[in-house]
């Protein structure tokens, strides 16, 4: 066989498989593309686990009727300098929006403040339907319905709606605790709804937000961290070990801003705990490490949840150190330790 291109679908779609792994991974994409555009308030609605329907708005910048077209393009964005290592906003690959159109129902409308009328463009399964006006609030609308139906195989790798829809209502708990000026609200038919009021930008503010997420226990079983080590910081709240889970869902990490989950981090706090916790059990944390921009990659992963660190030992050194301290301060002491 001769070798030839690939078609812009399929590029699509295989791309789609990297980036678009569940329901949830589409909430991440959306959601944070109204942060990237400054949205202060941000609506989701999901149905059927988000294979249904999955629906953002935002009250944003919007997108300029010209530029529709290019937003569900390839490799196209508005957002990346030319610096790959000085990256400010969520997103950067241009890659989000043109894989969700290839597996699925896509709609996108929006309006920005100067233009007096909306439009929305639609792709199916990397079927486009041209630009046309539309009805459209100032921002973006992004309606994703029949998620995967282009791609079956995928489709069967889904876990149930409900799980589904548990792991998009944590995408979005997760990324609100970061953002706690921005009003979050989800609901649909799936169970889990949530409605987070915007709180500001403070430091009380942020503690204010993840007892929003968190429950107000949270706050009253958890001890604060602030620590630096060669400029990096590491702020935020772990819970005391009589206040833990069965699982590290709840550990709520963040790298200058952005929502990680990141083995380091995760071991790190594993390591912290180790002494207090037995194995099967799990903190509740939500730290927030801030460094150099420069000293970290965050271009590793399609889905950008991981990062890379250049010192990992620095920075699983604070971790631990910090944490451990932090225990110590409140008088935790491992429960082995005899009397003495
Ligand atoms: P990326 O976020 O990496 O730029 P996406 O495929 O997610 O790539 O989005 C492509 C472009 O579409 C963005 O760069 C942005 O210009 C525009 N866009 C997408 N969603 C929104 C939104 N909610 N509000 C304003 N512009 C948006
Ligand atoms: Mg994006």
Do not use: W
């Not at 010192?311 to 150190?321: A, F, S």
Request: net charge neutral; charged share 25%; proline share 5%.
């Amino acid at each position: 066989m001769p070798i030839r291109q690939l078609s812009e679908t399929m590029v699509n779609q295989i791309a789609a498989g990297e980036v678009i792994e569940r329901p949830a991974s589409v909430v991440k994409e959306l959601v944070e593309n109204a942060l990237d555009a400054g949205a202060s308030r941000i609506e989701v609605v999901t149905a059927g686990g988000g294979l249904a329907l999955i629906r953002v708005s935002d009250d944003g910048a919007g997108i300029p009727v010209g530029e529709l077209e290019l937003a569900i393009a390839r490799h196209c964005t508005s957002k990346l300098s030319d610096d790959i290592h000085d990256i400010r906003s969520l997103g950067f690959r241009g890659e989000a929006l043109p894989s969700i159109g290839s597996v699925s129902r896509l709609t996108v409308r929006s309006r920005t403040a100067s233009a007096d009328s909306g439009a929305e463009i639609r792709v199916e399964g990397g079927r486009l339907t041209p630009v046309r006006p539309a009805g459209a609030n100032r921002g973006t609308l992004v309606e994703v319905r029949d998620l995967f139906f282009a791609t079956p195989a995928r489709l069967k790798f889904m876990k149930g709606e409900r799980a589904e829809a548990t792991a998009a209502a944590d995408v979005v708990k997760r990324i609100a605790i970061a953002f706690p000026a921005v009003r979050f609200t989800l609901s649909g038919t799936d169970r889990s709804t949530l409605d987070l009021l915007a709180v500001g930008d403070t430091a009380d503010a942020r503690l204010e937000r993840i007892a929003q997420v968190m429950g107000k226990d949270f706050p009253e079983n958890a001890i604060g961290i602030d620590a630096t080590r060669e400029g990096v910081h590491l702020g935020g709240y772990v819970s005391v070990p009589s206040f833990t889970r069965a699982n590290a869902l709840q550990q709520y990490a963040y790298v200058n801003g952005r929502p990680v989950r990141d083995k380091l981090i995760t071991s790190a706090i594993r390591g912290a705990f180790a002494d207090v916790l037995p194995r099967d059990r799990h903190a509740v944390t939500a730290l927030f490490l801030t460094l150099d921009p420069g000293h970290v990659d965050v271009n590793v992963h399609p889905a950008k949840a991981d990062v890379r660190f250049r010192d990992p030992g620095l920075v699983r050194g604070l971790i631990v150190g910090a944490i451990r301290q932090a225990l110590a301060e409140a008088g935790i002491r491992p429960a082995t330790t005899g009397a003495a």
